[in-house]
């Protein structure tokens, strides 16, 4: 199980990652509109547009091989982990079901008829 949490870790922390990298995009994005929607950008903007993007993109390719990585630990440790709770479950006693052994004439009402 703590191969599980830790895996788990691991993943939502680059997830973390990827989400303010996809956060910074749509600001990027956002701010590339405002500036075509209101003038011309000139060529300082677009080179600098350019530069924000192109390092973006260079951010989530370094991310994104350890991001497949963690998910397929994330994806293992839950296998192994639901495999770990079946083979505790098939060790405990059955339990029996209840519903099967209650009769509605066996039900106490609260006055005790």
């Known amino acids: 199980m703590r191969a599980y949490w ?3 870790a691991r993943f939502h922390a680059i997830q973390e990652t990827k989400d303010a990298l996809d956060a910074e995009e749509r600001v990027i994005l956002h701010i590339w509109a405002v500036k075509l929607s209101k003038a011309s950008p000139s060529p300082e903007d ?4 350019q530069a924000a993007y192109r390092s973006l993109g260079e951010r989530r390719l370094e991310l994104f091989e350890p991001w497949q990585v ?3 630990d994330l994806v293992s440790a839950h296998e192994d982990a ?7 479950g ?3 006693p059955e339990t029996p079901d209840v519903s099967r052994c209650v009769h509605t004439d066996d ?5 005790g008829q």
Do not use: H, M, P, Y
């Open 6 to 8: 830790e895996a788990a």
């Open 46 to 49: 677009c080179e600098a547009f």
């Open 70 to 72: 963690a998910k397929a």
């Open 82 to 88: 639901q495999r770990l709770l079946q083979d505790i």
């Open 90 to 92: 098939s060790g405990l």
């Open 107 to 111: 039900i106490v009402t609260e006055k």
